[in-house]
């Protein structure tokens, strides 16, 4: 409970300074402003309690970021620049107003979904309590080593597979020709070896041979290395969603709890920034050196000069770059903008194949929508609008609303499955939680391909359970 109200004292307090900035910076009307404020803080802190679901709270948790925190950060201290892209939006008041509102009411439907699944299917009533087979803790204790090493250096073979080769990374154009083999690739560096560290550091907890032992770094190196293998700076969803499952999975509480938690978010955050920064760099997206008389200097030597300019300006990009990933405000801004919204364009955003537009070196639907073109080059920047955007291809705000309410309550439903099937282990079900959330938030790149994510997802289950009872059949 102490690390619970730290958090929110925190929290409010943040969030206030910056609500009273974008208070004087917002353009539109403040009534919209301030309702559209007061909408997103309540689904944030809605969304956790002590019977919290995970996929509610990521949900929540991302739409909040990709939004409000997202929009009034860059109303308030960049100039209302938007790297993302808005496609022809004119940046009027009234324009403000109607793409707040529409985000707005997004988030109603979602509130309701939440309130409506605890009433009928409370996390405390939960289908039943499983637990794992005896026998699998037994070979966890008797094998724990050979296992460590053996996926530590599955997991370094496999990402330096994938690096080399370029078999899956973001961005970049796949040179794999045996579709089969791009996936399977493509599963093991999302989330399928994220998966199977997440198995054996519930089984550390559960065992209590070590409640902070070595297969919780080893997942914290492995969500490093394949970020940085896919070229992916969204290394913290995979990690934030491991300590979200380990903070429910561990049964002690007070001072201790605390500490170790603090103690591990210091740490995913530092990984985090040094993957952020290390990627970008991977992806030459560093700033240019500058040519003096002939001589390179680099941008390192000039922030020593009185100015600190270089500081200035690389804090300023890699900050932009940072809260640009939080993706949505600007997709919701882009659609708003086009003229033809109507159903048509949904169904023709839901059956467009975007693989073969990126494999031909075109633009999305949504960036061709946008009027972004590319000349054939080998990396490729996509931007998507989100599902609150995606879904407002229709032009409905009420559309929107109802369809986010049922998503919402589905997936909420899923999670509680899930749970039973996976021995109440909250570290994978939090992961496969926060993967489909994060699925929702980035939504619009080949949205008829999203049953893959959720086949992935499903036979993920069935190899953990097939692994499961596989280990416990070798005890004797």
């Not at 991302?62 to 308030?76: E, P, R, V, Y």
């Not at 080399?164 to 083999?181: C, D, M, N, P």
């Not at 560093?286 to 000039?302: G, R």
């Not at 289950?461 to 692994?467: A, Q, T």
Request: proline share 1%; charged share 10%.
């Amino acid at each position: 409970m102490i690390l619970i109200k730290t958090c929110y004292k925190f929290l409010l307090f943040s969030f206030f300074l910056l609500f009273i900035f974008g208070i004087f910076n917002y353009k539109g009307s403040l009534l919209v402003y301030v309702f559209f404020s007061l909408i997103s803080f309540f689904l944030l802190f809605y969304s956790i309690n002590k019977n919290f679901s995970f996929f509610e709270f990521f949900f929540s948790f991302f739409l909040f970021l990709g939004f409000w925190f997202n929009f009034t950060f860059k109303i308030s201290f960049f100039n209302s620049k938007f790297l993302e892209g808005v496609g022809k939006f004119d940046y009027s008041a009234k324009s403000y107003d109607s793409v707040l509102l529409i985000c707005s009411f997004a988030f109603l439907g979602i509130i309701l979904a939440i309130f409506f699944r605890r009433y009928i299917f409370p996390k405390s009533k939960n289908l039943s309590i499983t637990q794992y087979p005896s026998k699998l803790l037994i070979f966890y204790k008797q094998n724990t080593k050979k296992i460590f090493y053996l996926i530590l250096f599955l997991i370094t073979l496999i990402s330096f597979l994938n690096y080399y080769f370029s078999i899956y990374q973001r961005g970049v154009a796949t040179k794999i020709q045996y579709i089969l083999f791009y996936y399977f690739f493509s599963w093991l560096v999302s989330f399928g070896m994220c998966s199977i560290c997440a198995l054996f550091v519930d089984l550390e907890i559960k065992s209590e041979k070590s409640r902070f032992g070595k297969f919780i770094y080893l997942s914290l190196y492995e969500n490093c290395i394949s970020a940085i293998s896919m070229l992916s700076r969204g290394m913290i969803v995979n990690s934030f969603s491991i300590y979200i499952g380990i903070y429910k999975s561990l049964k002690i509480s007070g001072v201790h709890k605390f500490l170790f938690f603090f103690y591990y978010l210091m740490i995913l955050v530092f990984l985090f920034l040094i993957v952020f920064i290390f990627v970008g760099y991977l992806r030459n997206e560093h700033p240019p050196v500058v040519l003096i008389s002939n001589t390179e200097i680099s941008y390192f030597n000039l922030m020593l000069s009185e100015k600190f300019e270089y500081f200035q300006t690389f804090f300023s990009i890699r900050l932009n770059a940072l809260i640009s990933r939080l993706i949505g405000i600007e997709g919701v801004m882009a659609v708003y903008s086009f003229e033809n919204n109507g159903f048509d364009l949904l169904k023709k955003a839901i059956l467009i194949n975007d693989i073969n537009h990126l494999v031909n070196y075109k633009a999305s639907f949504f960036d061709f929508l946008k009027g972004v073109t590319y000349n054939n080059s080998s990396q490729i920047s996509i931007t998507v609008p989100g599902i609150i955007g995606f879904l407002f291809y229709s032009g409905s705000i009420i559309f929107v609303a109802i369809t986010l309410f049922i998503i919402t309550f589905l997936f909420s439903f899923v999670e509680l499955v899930i749970t039973r099937v996976l021995w109440n282990n909250y570290i994978l079900c939090s992961l496969f939680s926060s993967t489909i959330a994060y699925r929702l938030w980035h939504f619009g790149f080949d949205p008829s391909g999203s049953w893959k994510l959720l086949l992935a997802i499903f036979f993920n289950i069935i190899i953990i359970n097939l692994f499961v009872r596989a280990m416990t059949k070798l005890v004797k």
